[in-house]
């Protein structure tokens, strides 16, 4: 059974970085699919980026488009989301979500991702 587990969150000021991890145990993750995504309080929740299971396709919202990078290290079971240029409308709980896709393309569906960590919390304030 894979276990997902997101770290990196935290307070960050408006301009500032953060990079987030995703940790999967239980099963080797170069067979999934990794998408990223946010839920906001009162907002839809949004998939903000994703990875093919070897890395050949990447995808990002285009509000976070030039801003956020998604990488993956299949030797260490684990996938990051490197965030830039944050803003306060990136506030949000962030999860990291897999889908066992033998495809060399990712989707920014989240519904499409039958896996999901517990999430991080990221805020930009001042």
């Known amino acids: 059974q894979l276990q997902l587990v997101e770290s990196g969150g935290g307070l960050v000021q408006p301009g500032g970085s953060l990079g987030l991890s995703c940790a999967a145990s239980?099963?080797?993750?170069?067979?999934?699919?990794i998408v990223w995504f946010r839920q906001a309080p009162g907002k839809e929740r949004e998939g903000v980026s994703c990875?093919?299971?070897?890395?050949?396709?990447?995808n990002y919202a285009d509000s976070v488009k030039g801003r956020f990078t998604i990488s993956r290290d299949n030797a260490k079971n684990t996938a990051y989301l490197q965030m830039n240029s944050l803003r306060p409308e990136d506030t949000a709980v962030y999860y990291c979500?897999?889908?066992?896709?033998?495809?060399?393309?990712?989707?920014?569906?989240?519904?499409?991702?039958?896996?999901r960590g517990q999430g991080t919390q990221v805020t930009v304030s001042s």
């Open positions: 239980g099963v080797t993750l170069d067979v999934y699919a």
């Open positions: 979500a897999a889908a066992n896709r033998i495809a060399t393309w990712c989707t920014l569906d989240v519904s499409t991702y039958g896996y």
């Open positions: 990875i093919s299971r070897r890395g050949e396709t990447t």
